[in-house]
């Protein structure tokens, strides 16, 4: 750990201040040995199950088996000092490798001194990893700060407006944005929260999404999930297996970067859209309008005219404006997008219906080629546009895998190391 961590001290670093440092007189000596072992005391979960490796040439929370449960965060960045912003990606990479590992925050939520506010804010003690992945990405915002603006990737695209956007701003943007999933929701979340204590004063939540059952698969051999309008989802997505195509729709590739974007490389595209669901109005609908609409059917998931769920779909038998037809690679060049997506319900909005719907997270090699063409042609003619509302939008390029305990989020855009 580092002594600061952007901007909140650690009680390593408050031992330094002299008011602090004195009054706290002798016990401070012995106090700091037993707050190296309260943080490590403070693992029971580590040796657990269910950790999934931090470490590598791509960012967990990809290719890496979906988990049940989301809590997405966006960043604003709130300071012009460069320093202060990498610190911050150096004191993030630290605690997203502890409690990847289920391990606490620095030293620990309790046991050290009294005086401090305690490192790790403590509600995930005592639970395992549940396969916490947090995976960083960068907005397009954050290239107009730092100097950075001759590193915007060109594959980062403005996503243009679709018709039927309705997007609110207030969850909208942001200059970067932190993917946590877990299979116990309280791990989620206390990973997001305690990012954003550490960034306090560097950094401070735009807005934030909770997700509940995934609504794709990267796992085929699992049973497929099904979204809040009742539909298997993610039947035809990229496995995490899938190493060919994995390489050839998700990870950018040296062969796709220029100057401003060599950093990317290992790195993927992510577009998140929060989808609101017309449930009420889907819920009034016809069995067989449903099914027309996917060109799926509801029982098993099997394509139109097919009786399982994996067989090949004949697209042709589907109604033209039906969404499987729409968005199948078929008819779209190849279009071909890793789709990570979460059902959500924020309670209701005044007027007796549910806010629920998907929040749509989709990774790709370049957005230019995979989110914004595909949405173009959805906006345009899928039957689903009827039944639901895009109302929030961000774009952001996430860089590749932080290799090892040396390394750190950010290092290939901010350090010119390679
Ligand atoms: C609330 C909004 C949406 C719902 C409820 C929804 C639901 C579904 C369902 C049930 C399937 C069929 C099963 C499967 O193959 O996964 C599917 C397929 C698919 N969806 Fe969506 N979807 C939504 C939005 C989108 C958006 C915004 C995109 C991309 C811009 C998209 C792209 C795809 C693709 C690429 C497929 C696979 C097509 C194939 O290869 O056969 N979906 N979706």
Same mark, same amino acid.
């Given at each position: 750990m580092t002594e600061t961590q952007g901007g909140s001290p650690s009680r390593r670093a408050l031992l330094g201040w002299g008011g602090a440092g004195l009054a706290l007189g002798a016990a401070v000596a012995g106090g700091a040995v037993a707050m190296a072992e309260a943080g490590d005391d403070l693992? +029971?979960?580590?040796? @657990?199950?269910g950790a999934v490796e931090f470490h590598g040439a791509h960012q967990a929370g990809i290719a890496t088996p979906v988990q049940d449960r989301l809590h997405f965060a966006a960043f604003d960045v709130k300071t012009d000092d460069r320093d202060a912003f990498v610190q911050l990606l150096k004191d993030w990479t630290a605690a997203a490798r502890r409690m990847t590992a289920g391990k606490a925050v620095g030293?620990? @939520?309790? %046991?050290?001194?009294?005086?401090a506010p305690p490192d790790d804010t403590g509600?995930? &003690?005592? &639970? *395992?990893?549940?396969r916490l992945t947090l995976t960083l990405g960068f907005g397009p915002?954050?290239?107009?700060?730092?100097?950075l603006a001759d590193r /915007?990737? #060109? #594959?980062l695209a403005d996503l243009p407006r679709f018709p039927g956007d309705n997007l609110d701003r207030s969850r909208t943007g942001g200059d970067l944005c932190v993917q946590a999933c877990a299979d116990d929701p309280q791990v989620a979340v206390h990973a997001i929260r305690n990012l954003a204590r550490i960034g306090f004063g560097t950094v401070a939540i735009r807005w934030s999404q909770l997700g509940f %059952? *995934? !609504?794709? $698969? !990267?796992? +085929?051999?699992?049973q497929t999930p099904r979204n809040l309008m009742g539909f298997k989802d993610g039947t035809r997505n990229i496995a995490g297996t899938e190493t060919g195509r994995l390489k050839k729709y998700v990870w950018v590739e040296? $062969?796709?970067?220029?100057a401003r974007s060599a950093?990317? !490389?290992?790195g993927s595209y992510l577009v998140a859209r929060r989808i609101r669901m017309n449930i009420e109005t889907w819920d009034r609908t016809s069995l067989q309008e449903q099914e027309d609409v996917f060109g /799926?059917?509801? /029982?098993?998931? @099997?394509?139109?005219?097919?009786?399982?769920?994996?067989d090949a779909p004949f697209? *042709? @038998?589907? *109604?033209?404006?039906a969404h499987v037809r729409l968005a199948h690679p078929d008819s779209n060049d190849g279009v071909t997008i890793l789709r990570r997506g979460y059902s959500f319900t924020?309670?209701?909005?005044? &007027?007796? /219906?549910?806010?629920?719907g998907l929040f749509f997270l989709a990774y790709q090699r370049d957005v230019r080629k995979g989110f914004i063409p595909l949405q173009r042609r959805l906006s345009a003619k899928d039957a689903l546009n009827e039944y639901i509302q895009h109302v929030g939008s961000a774009v952001f390029a996430v860089p590749p895998?932080?290799?090892?305990?040396?390394d750190w989020w950010g290092r290939t855009l901010f350090s010119e190391e390679a």
């Open positions: 693992d +029971p979960a580590a040796d @657990a199950g030293e620990g @939520a309790y %046991g050290g001194l009294a005086e509600e995930a &003690l005592g &639970l *395992k990893p549940n915002s954050l290239f107009e700060r730092f100097g /915007r990737p #060109a #594959a %059952g *995934k !609504t794709s $698969s !990267t796992t +085929p051999d699992a040296e $062969s796709d970067t220029d950093w990317m !490389t290992g /799926r059917d509801k /029982r098993e998931g @099997a394509p139109v005219g097919k009786a399982k769920e994996h697209l *042709k @038998a589907m *109604k033209p404006d924020d309670g209701t909005d005044g &007027l007796g /219906r549910l806010d629920a895998g932080v290799r090892d305990s040396h």
